[in-house]
């Protein structure tokens, strides 16, 4: 089914976008992502501008998040303090990013951009991954996280000034630590439209030196507002946020969600973890054709 | 899939206009049955029908121009081993869509000049742009040369005119195709009659392309009120994140 986009003012398929989105919410329910790095090229690829993809995506990860936010909240994995701060920094980070992303616009270069970012941020961390799973699979180290040397951030940790109490968090660290880490999740989600958790994640393991129990509960928390304020600021600045493909990617990732939720016991997490690892690298791999391979039509058309 | 097909009644009648004191060999009358095409949320593309009378024999081209926007065309170049935007043309005023009918093939209707003059043929647009001076001819030519070739790509230019069919000396139809991806405004056809290669007379009439019901009450909501919409989109988004865990809650209890 043919449905048309009022804000894309384009067709699309109906059916096509809701299977990729469940099969993205699938993913998401089975290890734990939020799947935006995989649902936005997708959408580049089938036509959708760019502008649009990005605008709109934030969307779909504001129900997501708020979906597996409330499970951690009922468990009380939820660090408030840690995420405000967070939020503090993404906030400003969402509002710088969007600046970049409309100059990016006018200069012409958001394609190469987003193309160049995806390939770095998604080819670093899912050889990351997969090394790290492989080696865990040969040498039966259960615990690899605790070889990474986190004392190295403690000397930088300790000049840092604004020291705060985190209660939920067991820690006495400075609060432009977050602040930072939030900064960096903040313009990824407005430039690249997604939530950035692969990348909060382990910051907040390795740089913050949160508890792993609060780090889920605590990302989704930023992520859930950071997402919030994306979404308002390309509706605001762009007018770029389609309610009725945000309303199928939606729908797509409720559903395709509770499959992989329903899946998650069946399948052991170093396997999971390989098999994550291996598709960010097959998208990181297409999406590096944009920049390495010679397009069929060297020149490109936009209206100003 | 819905095709929307519109009947515009062109009236072609030589010497029926009311002011043909001032000419001698005929004029062009054009009327639209419907003046409008509605983008819906089932919308599409639309197939366009105009159907037309002519009262005295010479030839037809018929040409649909949509509303004019400011557009960039880029070149592509390897740089460091990576493809980026380097070159870029501006081009003034391009109409966002085009396309153009014919009843006789293009190189016997009229020489090279009087279709140059009426854009009869995609080959025969050229734009104007401010960032001329700064290239010489040959790019210059191979930027517009793209801008039109991006466009029929997109389907928004043709490729070849639209044959123009009989149905007897006098009644002539048309079918001109509007993808899903065409762009909302105002649309200008214009009627030629042409006799021996010379225009003897242009009708201008114009075709109202825009967003109804549903679709048009999103789009203007989203562009008038943006902060209103914006927090809609967050508050639905949430809403139903809401509703997933509570279900999810519900059926795992």
Not at chain 1, 61 to 68: K, T
Request: with cysteine.
């Amino acid at each position: 089914m043919q449905v048309y986009l009022p804000i894309a003012e384009m067709a699309v398929s109906a059916e096509m976008i809701f299977s990729v989105s469940a099969f993205v919410g699938f993913l998401s329910g089975l290890f734990g992502i939020g799947g935006g790095f995989l649902t936005t090229p997708f959408l580049i690829f089938t036509g959708v501008p760019a502008a649009i993809a990005v605008g709109t995506q934030p969307c779909q990860i504001v129900a997501n998040g708020m979906s597996g936010m409330l499970g951690h909240l009922r468990k009380g994995h939820v660090d408030f303090k840690m995420g405000g701060f967070m939020l503090i920094g993404s906030t400003v980070g969402s509002l710088i990013g969007i600046s970049i992303f409309k100059l990016l616009q006018y200069l012409g270069q958001i394609d190469f951009v987003i193309s160049l970012l995806y390939v770095v941020l998604l080819s670093s961390i899912g050889t990351m991954m997969l090394v790290e799973s492989i080696f865990t699979m040969f040498f039966k180290k259960k615990n690899m996280r605790s070889e990474f040397n986190t004392n190295k951030v403690t000397g930088l940790k300790a000049i840092l000034p604004f020291k705060t109490r985190f209660n939920r968090s067991n820690l006495y660290i400075s609060a432009l630590l977050p602040v930072g880490v939030g900064f960096v999740g903040g313009i990824l989600a407005s430039i690249l439209g997604i939530g950035g958790g692969f990348l909060l994640v382990p910051a907040m393991i390795y740089i913050i030196g949160m508890p792993t129990l609060m780090v889920a509960g605590t990302s989704l928390f930023q992520i859930v507002f950071t997402t919030s304020i994306s979404t308002m600021l390309h509706s605001v600045t762009n007018q770029t946020v389609d309610i009725l493909l945000a309303a199928i990617l939606i729908a797509g990732g409720v559903i395709g969600a509770q499959f992989g939720v329903a899946f998650n016991g069946k399948i052991k997490p170093l396997h999971a973890r390989i098999i994550l690892a291996l598709l960010i690298i097959v998208v990181s791999l297409r999406l590096s054709g944009n920049l390495f391979i010679e397009p069929i039509e060297i020149f490109s058309t936009v209206v100003r | 899939m819905r095709n929307l097909f519109i009947i515009i009644a062109a009236l072609v009648m030589a010497g029926f206009a009311p002011f043909n004191g001032a000419r001698a060999q005929g004029d062009v009358v054009i009327d639209l049955a419907v003046d409008h095409v509605d983008i819906t949320t089932g919308f599409n593309g639309a197939h366009l029908s105009l159907f037309g009378v002519q009262s005295e024999p010479g030839d037809i081209a018929i040409t649909i121009k949509g509303p004019r926007r400011k557009m960039v065309v880029r070149q592509k170049k390897k740089i460091l081993g990576v493809w980026m935007n380097r070159k870029g043309m501006e081009f003034e005023s391009v109409p966002i869509y085009y396309d153009y009918a014919l009843s006789k093939p293009e190189t016997e209707i009229a020489p090279e000049d009087v279709r140059r003059a009426n854009y009869l043929g995609a080959d025969t647009l050229r734009f104007a742009s401010k960032d001329e001076k700064k290239f010489d001819a040959p790019v210059v030519k191979g930027f517009q040369d793209a801008l039109i070739r991006n466009k029929q790509a997109a389907r928004l230019f043709p490729t070849e005119a639209q044959p123009i069919t009989y149905i007897d000396d006098k009644f002539f139809r048309t079918t001109l195709y509007l993808p899903s991806n065409v762009p909302t405004g105002l649309y200008t056809i214009e009627t030629h009659l042409l006799k021996n290669g010379k225009v003897q007379d242009v009708r201008t009439t114009e075709l109202k392309v825009a967003q109804v019901g549903r679709s048009a009450a999103i789009y203007n909501f989203a562009h008038s009120w943006a902060f209103t919409y914006g927090f809609l989109c967050v508050c639905f988004a949430m809403g139903v994140g809401w509703l997933s865990n509570a279900i999810r809650r519900r059926l795992s209890s």
